[in-house]
Every structure is written in C-alpha cells, then in structure tokens.
C-alpha cells in the first residue's frame, strides 16, 4: 500500500506517519510493516506498506452486530478486541488522536492498528496520564450507541487487563463519553448545510439544495424536477401545506415530500424562516446520527427568489412495513409481540435520554422496519437543552401516542404501564 504525502504540510504530515509507525513497531503494537519511505521537498512523501491482502476493519465487522441486543456476546468480543490494542498503547504512554475501529483491521487471526500518522506520545516510556486516558476512551466510546453506555464498566475488563495503572471513575468518563458525543453531533449537523466530503451543499439566493455525496449521481433527476417526479409518483397525501409521493427511481423506492406555500398569508409566515423541508432533514440526521430508527436523509431542496423562502422538498428513502396501528390492530385484547414491544420500550428510552420530542406521536408516524419502529413526519421534532421544557413536550407526546387506542381498551393499559414518564410529570 502506498501513501503519498503532497502539499504545504507534507513534511510534518510524513514525520508523523514515519515516526508514529517505529513507535507502535517499539511498543509491540501489530502494524502492516514499513517497507520503504522517503520525502523530496520539491515533491513530497512516500511510504510503502505491506499491503494485507483480505483485511477486515473491525468498523465493518461492528456495523455487523451493532443492530443486535446492546452487549450480545459478539459485540463484547469485537469492542473486546480494540480494547486491548487500546489498552497497550496507554500502557506505553501513546495515543491515537483520530481513534476510531476503521483503524483496527483484522487479517489472519491478528489485529493490526493502522494510522500512524495520528500517533501520538506524551512521555517516553511512562503510562499515559489518567486525564489523557479518560479523553482517549472517551473518544472510543463516543463512537458508539448510546446504549452501549451502561455495559462501559464491563467492557473495559479487556482493557484493564493490559493497562491497570489508573482506576477510571466511571462518572467522569461518562462525562468526558456525553462532551465528545455533543461535540461530533455538532460537528455533523454543521456539515449537513456546508460542501464538504459527506454533502454535496449549494446554497443561493434562488435556493438551497443539500444532497448526500454518494447519492447526487443516483438523485439526479430527481433533483433537476422534483415536481414532475412527484406527479408521476404514487401520491400518498395531498392537502394544501404538504403534499407526499412515493417515487420510483431507477428501480428503488424514494418517498417525496412537497411543502406547499397555500396562499400570500401564508407565504409571509414562512418566507423569513427555515422551511420544513430544511428541519426535517436536520431532524433525520439527528436521530440517525443518534442512532434512533428513521428513514434515511437523502436530500433537501428549497426554492427562494432573493433568498425569501417559498416551496421545498425533503427526500428519504422509503420504508416498508405497517404504521404501529395497522401492526397493533389485531392485538385490541392481547399483547403484540414482544419484538414489537421491546422495541417501541427502546425507542422511548431513547427519546428520554436524548431529551427529543416528536411532536406530533401519532400511530402513523411510527413505522415497523427492520426490526425496529422507525419515526417519521419530523416537522415538529425538537431536541431539548432545558429539562423542564422537555418534560411538557414528552409528557404531551406521551399522551398523544396513548390516545391512538380507546383509554378502556387492553392496549391502552399495557402501554400506559410499559411507557416511561418524565419524573415530576403528572401521572394518567
């Protein structure tokens, strides 16, 4: 493999691939092996890695098993393998600042961490800091759903085994864990109205459109005319402020979403803010990047005349499976499945813990797929900073998901019993 290093700041970029490479070679730290490297100031650099032919990132073998019940016995073992890498670094006073399980890769029965140009060394041949430890696995952590989060004490048992010199407090790691996760969610939705190597951005004062890169090609025409897209669709819904389409293209399934601007009234209340097009598609890579079930953010597209707001569009891809209404109705005196309810348990739980409200709860907003009951229609979705605020919109979203079924009938009960409630919110 070879990685070529150009540009104003190639010389310090290849020292430290160079030199980050000899120091995980000195620490015992399995690396493909350096076979040659140089750097020419009227060029760049060079390095020449054995390349392993047929090697797995432990980042592909975890988007295998995140889906699976938080800390089955596979995700224990994948975390489990990273862990000890993680651990024999600190035990020899290094870091990986971009730490990450892309940079882990698997290959003949032995792990090999790759990246050393993200090396770093705080004393020679001392352990790394307790602090410095504390913001390292704080970034590992991060990376990960928030469900895994209460098994952090059980997963580090790997790690302590090769680096036992810190006790690690385990509020204070959660804390470090909670301020690197804000930090990236912000970072993400930053990038999803910027150009950047995730979205392709353009943004005018005739309009907006913001794609994800690996679909521009695919949503093309789509793009070029959503309108006639629309109309040779399937629609769904049609009313005066939002009109729905489901869109086949190319063979897949897209679902296509028109915010109507119904008259001048109401061209004035919406030309001066964000349109719903655009929280919506704010609002879906939130929970996706969250890790809560929705359809996938494909593209948003606003029409503007002098940067004034008129029509928009939010495209996602389109889901498959039954509204929990329609999955619950043969259920009206008897418990759905367990799945289902496991599911829908998880789903609330993770709205508490993000502090996110829907906004508008009812039963067809919750879609079963994959496993898992998905949220749509996210005009009204909100993520809360204050406790208090959040407590009246999940108690408000609570009763309206309740009120999806009669208040005497069996479903009712169970879920009234099942749901979580905000502390000091008032009780049904």
């Given at each position: 493999?070879?990685k070529?290093?150009?540009?104003?700041?190639?010389?310090?970029?290849?020292?430290?691939?160079?030199?980050?490479?000899?120091?995980?070679?000195?620490?015992?730290?399995?690396?493909p092996?350096?076979?040659?490297?140089?750097f020419d100031?009227?060029?760049?650099?060079?390095?020449l890695?054995d390349?392993?032919?047929?090697?797995?990132?432990?980042?592909d073998?975890?988007?295998?098993?995140?889906?699976?019940?938080a800390?089955?016995?596979?995700?224990?073992?994948v975390?489990?393998?990273?862990?000890?890498v993680?651990?024999t670094m600190?035990?020899?006073g290094?870091?990986?600042?971009?730490?990450?399980?892309?940079?882990?890769?698997?290959?003949?029965?032995h792990?090999?961490l790759v990246?050393?140009?993200?090396?770093?060394?705080?004393?020679?041949?001392?352990?790394?800091?307790?602090?410095r430890?504390?913001?390292?696995?704080?970034?590992?952590?991060?990376?990960?759903?928030?469900?895994?989060?209460?098994?952090i004490?059980?997963?580090?048992?790997?790690?302590?085994?090769?680096?036992?010199?810190?006790?690690?407090?385990?509020a204070?790691?959660?804390?470090?864990?909670?301020?690197?996760?804000?930090w990236?969610?912000r970072?993400?939705?930053?990038?999803?109205?910027?150009?950047?190597?995730?979205?392709?951005?353009?943004?005018?004062p005739?309009?907006?459109?913001?794609?994800?890169?690996?679909?521009?090609?695919a949503?093309?025409?789509?793009?070029?005319?959503?309108?006639?897209?629309?109309?040779?669709g399937?629609i769904?819904?049609?009313?005066?402020?939002?009109?729905?389409?489901?869109?086949d293209?190319?063979?897949?399934?897209?679902?296509?979403?028109?915010?109507?601007?119904?008259?001048?009234?109401?061209?004035?209340?919406?030309?001066?803010?964000?349109s719903?097009?655009?929280?919506?598609?704010?609002?879906?890579?939130?929970?996706?990047?969250?890790?809560?079930?929705?359809?996938?953010?494909?593209?948003?597209?606003?029409?503007?005349?002098?940067?004034?707001?008129?029509?928009?569009?939010?495209?996602?891809e389109?889901?498959?499976?039954?509204?929990?209404i329609?999955?619950f109705?043969?259920?009206?005196?008897?418990?759905?499945?367990?799945?289902?309810?496991?599911?829908?348990?998880?789903?609330?739980?993770?709205?508490?813990?993000?502090?996110i409200?829907?906004?508008?709860?009812?039963?067809?907003?919750?879609?079963?797929?994959?496993?898992?009951?998905?949220?749509i229609d996210?005009?009204?979705?909100?993520?809360?900073?204050?406790?208090?605020?959040?407590?009246?919109?999940?108690?408000?979203?609570r009763?309206r998901f309740?009120?999806?079924?009669?208040?005497?009938?069996?479903?009712?009960?169970?879920?009234?019993?099942?749901?979580?409630?905000?502390?000091?919110?008032?009780?049904?």
């Open positions: 493999m070879a070529l290093l150009v540009g104003r700041k190639a010389a310090p970029r290849f020292r430290h691939e160079r030199d980050g490479v000899r120091m995980l070679v000195g620490a015992g730290v399995n690396t092996a350096l076979l040659t490297a140089g100031p009227s060029a760049g650099g060079w390095l890695f390349y392993l032919d047929g090697a797995r990132s432990l980042g073998i975890w988007r295998e098993v995140e889906r699976q019940q800390l089955s016995d596979r995700q224990r073992e975390l489990g393998m990273a862990l000890r993680i651990g600190h035990h020899r290094m870091w990986q600042q971009d730490l990450h399980l892309d940079n882990l890769l698997c290959h003949d029965g792990l090999y990246d050393g140009g993200s090396m770093r060394v705080e004393t020679q041949g001392r352990t790394l800091s307790l602090r430890v504390l913001e390292n696995l704080g970034i590992f952590f991060a990376q990960l759903p928030p469900a895994i989060d209460p098994f004490g059980e997963l580090l048992e790997p790690y302590l085994r090769t680096n036992g010199t810190h006790p690690l407090p385990p204070e790691l959660q804390k470090q864990v909670n301020k690197v996760r804000s990236r969610l970072d993400y939705l930053r990038k999803t109205g910027r150009d950047c190597s995730l979205f392709d951005v353009q943004s005018g005739l309009g907006l459109q913001a794609v994800r890169r690996d679909e521009v090609a949503l093309r025409q789509l793009l070029d005319d959503p309108d006639r897209c629309i109309a040779n399937c769904l819904k049609t009313g005066g402020s939002a009109t729905v389409a489901r869109v293209l190319d063979g897949r399934r897209l679902l296509v979403k028109r915010y109507n601007i119904k008259n001048f009234v109401h061209y004035l209340r919406r030309f001066w803010r964000p719903r097009a655009w929280h919506s598609w704010r609002a879906g890579s939130r929970l996706m990047f969250l890790g809560i079930a929705t359809p996938k953010p494909l593209a948003v597209i606003e029409h503007r005349n002098c940067w004034l707001r008129s029509r928009a569009y939010f495209v996602t389109y889901l498959e499976g039954e509204d929990i329609s999955s109705r043969p259920f009206h005196g008897s418990s759905p499945p367990v799945a289902q309810l496991q599911a829908l348990d998880g789903l609330f739980a993770s709205l508490l813990r993000e502090r409200s829907h906004g508008d709860m009812k039963g067809h907003n919750l879609i079963w797929h994959d496993g898992q009951w998905a949220l996210l005009d009204a979705m909100r993520q809360h900073c204050c406790q208090r605020s959040f407590a009246r919109a999940y108690a408000r979203d009763a309740l009120n999806n079924w009669p208040p005497d009938s069996h479903l009712y009960l169970l879920l009234d019993q099942r749901l979580p409630r905000v502390p000091d919110t008032p009780t049904r």
